[in-house]
């Protein structure tokens, strides 16, 4: 809430006349307005108190955390989501944990999609549904199916037409339509229809928001990724989604290690640090680094590294191998 700045998208009450009243008063973050007597802004904004006392407690629940007791709270534990890879799940204690945020970050190349599109087989093979979103069209129907495929037991047409059914892909091309789309997902969208959805995966976010490099204005994406995140987690947490977010590893270039900005970016052991900023760096509870090993004949091996997790250690990791039909 602290980071969100006020902007006439949040609320049809707040106008750019009424914007510019509040930033006159240095009441420019969703934070500060809500903290402020309604009689002080019915003053600063001339709107009559039962719409200052509407948008506020609007913005309190779109943006504020919630009350739960904890009686509420079941003592059952939680059943954690195999992502059938086994080093994978050795190297998660047990596989994802449902309203928990992962981000897969490596180099281009380094096999964050396929990964992901493994995981996510895996997934609906165990009759759970799986939201993928894909930024950069890598989603492919035909790989997909050459995953669920691989095996001893080979599906049947009617098998994997039931299978593939569970899967829903959508192409996203602008921050403010994945927002959108999350939110929609956060409020129980999915669940009109009867969807168990298990797993969100989002492949990939620099793309997206690479198009607000060269802009004036830092303001903008950094209002989209806060909201982003605090729909991402709302999600996690409210309906048991494991989400998986795919990012950047960005390698440090010459001359700008000595910056104070860079000195304080958290650095991975090779040297390489996630993309979306500082900002951007707190906001997945785990984060998984991966980087291509040495190349072979038919398979190419990767590795597998815990670079900062709340309930991992770091340092962790494990090898894998991309193959044609997914990942061992």
Not at 139 to 156: A, E, H, W
């Amino acid at each position: 809430m602290a980071a969100t700045r006020l902007s006439a998208d949040l609320h049809p009450l707040l106008t750019e006349y009424v914007i510019k009243k509040l930033q006159k008063n240095r009441l420019t973050t969703v934070y500060s307005f809500v903290k402020v007597e309604v009689e002080q802004l019915i003053r600063i904004t001339n709107l009559p108190a039962e719409s200052i006392v509407l948008v506020k407690n609007q913005l309190t629940d779109q943006f504020a955390g919630q009350y739960r007791s904890g009686q509420a709270h079941t003592t059952e534990p939680t059943v954690r989501l195999s992502t059938g890879i086994y080093p994978v799940d050795t190297l998660l204690q047990g596989g994802l944990i449902p309203g928990h945020i992962y981000e897969f970050c490596g180099e281009s190349g380094s096999g964050k999609t396929l990964l992901c599109m493994t995981i996510v087989a895996n997934v609906v093979l165990q009759r759970s549904t799986a939201y993928y979103i894909d930024t950069k069209c890598d989603f492919s129907g035909r790989k997909m199916q050459q995953i669920l495929d691989r095996g001893q037991r080979k599906l049947t047409e009617q098998e994997l037409g039931h299978t593939m059914a569970r899967i829903k892909v959508e192409r996203i091309f602008s921050p403010e339509q994945l927002v959108q789309v999350v939110e929609e997902l956060a409020t129980g969208k999915h669940l009109t229809d009867g969807t168990d959805l298990k797993l969100l995966v989002i492949d990939s976010l620099p793309s997206l928001w690479y198009l607000y490099q060269d802009s004036q204005n830092s303001v903008e994406p950094l209002g989209l990724l806060t909201k982003l995140i605090c729909s991402l987690r709302k999600l996690a947490t409210q309906h048991a989604v494991a989400i998986v977010l795919v990012n950047l590893a960005v390698r440090m270039i010459e001359g700008m290690a000595g910056s104070t900005a860079e000195a304080k970016r958290k650095l991975c052991p090779n040297g390489n640090y996630p993309a979306l900023g500082r900002y951007w760096e707190s906001a997945p509870g785990t984060r998984l680094l991966l980087e291509r090993e040495d190349d072979h004949p038919e398979t190419i091996t990767c590795s597998v590294m815990v670079w900062k997790s709340n309930n991992l250690r770091s340092g962790e990791r494990t090898i894998v191998r991309m193959t044609d039909a997914g990942v061992r």
